[in-house]
């Protein structure tokens, strides 16, 4: 494979990175730190990331920009397929009733998948579209009882 795409596909990893952690999202590399987040009481995002373009389009932007809401979850989280692929693996793991999809949300609540927004959801959708798929999981699940 040509070293200058080698070169180029590790800043485009490494930027899809930094956007979600820039915006307050925990990477989960291992399996183990999936675990340890997932078994939480509380409700806790989960983006899982790609570097296609409808998650650098929609997906990530969604990500950043639906956290400027009043509702929030406990927790923000990402995956990253294909680059982590047993933490993704393990975190797909806990969707229980979906397929792989990615990008994709999940949205968790004490250890459990509540709903997810698929790649169907956001392929296609614009980032507007994405951001009120959010909002809405968040109104739905992260209230307090």
Do not use: W
């Not at 809401?69 to 797909?92: C, H, I, M, N, S």
């Not at 698929?118 to 009882?145: P, S």
């Amino acid at each position: 494979m040509d070293l200058s795409f080698d070169l180029y596909m590790n800043n485009v990893v490494q930027q899809a990175r930094e956007d979600l952690v820039k915006a307050g999202y925990e990477e989960l590399t291992t399996e183990e730190e999936v675990d340890n987040v997932f078994k939480q009481d509380g409700t806790t995002l989960v983006m899982i990331n790609s570097v296609c373009g409808c998650a650098g389009g929609m997906a990530r932007p969604a990500a950043q920009h639906a956290l400027h809401y009043d509702v929030l979850p406990d927790r923000l989280v990402t995956v990253f397929a294909g680059q982590d692929k047993e933490a993704t693996q393990r975190a797909r793991d806990y969707f229980e009733g979906y397929a792989p999809s990615s990008p994709s949300f999940a949205l968790m609540k004490d250890g459990k998948i509540t709903e997810m927004i698929e790649r169907h959801q956001i392929e296609g959708h614009d980032t507007m579209d994405v951001i009120t798929q959010l909002q809405r999981l968040f109104d739905k699940y992260c209230v307090a009882e």
